[in-house]
């Protein structure tokens, strides 16, 4: 079993930053990828980013590609997301989730998943 808490989100102006954590506890958190999804109102879950379990691949939707960063440090068992140049279709909540395979990461088939995280973004 494998515990999340997402936290960081908050309200932000067009072109801001925020950094978003994931903070995992329960079994060995380096023997999972990592994924972040986001869900604006009215609308399906969709991928955002993805890390496989050690760190040396990263996977980006087309929509943040370029402004959003994945990383994680296995030693705190912590995934995190950078997200810059923030735009007001980034308004959501969003998910960090866990998963034991390393493959196939974009697809929302995840085992575990935190609570969620508010974004906003005004314009």
């Known amino acids: 079993q494998v515990q999340l808490v997402d936290s960081g989100g908050g309200l932000v102006q067009a072109g801001g930053s925020l950094r978003l954590s994931c903070a995992a506890s329960g079994r060995t958190f380096s023997s999972y990828a990592m994924g972040w999804f986001r869900q604006a109102p009215g609308k399906e879950r969709e991928f955002v980013a993805a890390?496989?379990?050690?760190?040396?691949?990263?996977y980006y939707a087309d929509s943040v590609k370029g402004r959003f960063t994945i990383s994680r440090d296995n030693a705190k068992s912590t995934v995190y997301l950078q997200m810059n140049s923030l735009k007001p279709e980034d308004t959501a909540v969003y998910y960090c989730?866990?998963?034991?395979?390393?493959?196939?990461?974009?697809?929302?088939?995840?085992?575990?998943w935190g609570q969620g995280t508010q974004v906003t973004v005004s314009s």
């Open positions: 989730a866990a998963v034991l395979r390393n493959y196939n990461l974009i697809s929302p088939e995840y085992d575990y």
């Open positions: 890390i496989n379990w050690i760190g040396s691949r990263t």
